[in-house]
């Protein structure tokens, strides 16, 4: 009878996701201000070391070697490694919360729903956070002047897409982690790519292997995408990070909704 749940693992079609998305805009309804949070750390580094170090810093080389603000090289930097933060945050300890100890899921698979619906709303649910993320750092750039193209719009579907990326894996990622010690795996992860993905500093800087390293993890991918639409400075290196992030973010679909058909139904 069980068998009767399972759904194709790519059903993006399925109406019934939406409905994980409701229940957590209504949880969230009273805890907005918990949601406005993951908005203000990019902003704080913005204005202490983009502003204030970047005084000393003065320009670097920007895409297509053209010379920047630190400011400006910093600030569409941001907004990925926002984008990424706020997608893990979302899709590890809130998911690991709702598979392993409240139980969310397994409730949730009582009625009509399938493992894949449930994985797909809570993409859903990370990415409307992102967005909103997103938008509000886009309206901080336009207002302190760090706009210098109309390609700026398309941040937004940038940073969603590296949203889809960081969250589809985080959540398969989630899927096999047994306690919450597990989780310092992922900072061990995530914080090298903050620090060393091109976000505070040209890569040429670096030792080729070091470079090419860097080059090969998915925040190199989504910093260089939103830098390139922020400045206007768009190549055909662009399908390369646009490719890479959406191959990571279907990958990881793929595992997470085949683990919570194992995990749920078992």
Request: charged fraction near 10%; avoid cysteine.
């Amino acid at each position: 009878m069980t068998a009767l749940r399972i759904t194709p693992l790519f059903a993006f079609g399925s109406r019934r996701s939406l409905h994980m998305i409701e229940r957590n805009l209504l949880v969230y309804r009273h805890g907005w201000l918990m949601l406005l949070s993951g908005f203000f750390e990019p902003l704080f580094y913005l204005l202490s070391i983009g502003f204030g170090l970047g005084k000393l810093v003065g320009d670097v080389n920007g895409p297509g070697g053209q010379l920047i603000s630190y400011t400006l090289f910093v600030a569409p930097a941001l907004l990925a490694a926002s984008s990424m933060n706020g997608a893990i945050s979302e899709s590890t300890f809130n998911f690991f919360f709702k598979l392993n100890y409240d139980k969310t899921f397994a409730s949730i698979l009582t009625t009509p729903m399938s493992p894949a619906d449930i994985a797909l709303g809570e993409l859903g649910w990370a990415l409307m956070r992102g967005a909103l993320y997103t938008v509000g750092f886009i309206a901080v750039m336009f207002v302190l002047g760090l706009v210098r193209s109309p390609l700026i719009f398309l941040t937004l579907p940038g940073a969603l897409l590296i949203g889809f990326a960081f969250a589809a894996v985080g959540m398969a990622a989630t899927s096999f982690m047994r306690s919450w010690q597990d989780f310092d795996l992922i900072q061990l992860v995530i914080l090298p790519m903050f620090l060393f993905s091109g976000t505070f500093f040209p890569l040429d800087a670096m030792p080729d292997a070091v470079r090419l390293l860097i080059q090969l993890t998915p925040l190199y991918h989504g910093v260089e995408l939103l830098r390139e639409l922020s400045l206007g400075v768009v190549g055909p290196d662009i399908l390369v990070h646009v490719g890479y992030l959406a191959a990571m973010g279907l990958l990881g679909f793929t595992v997470v909704a085949g683990r919570l058909d194992k995990l749920l139904l078992k």
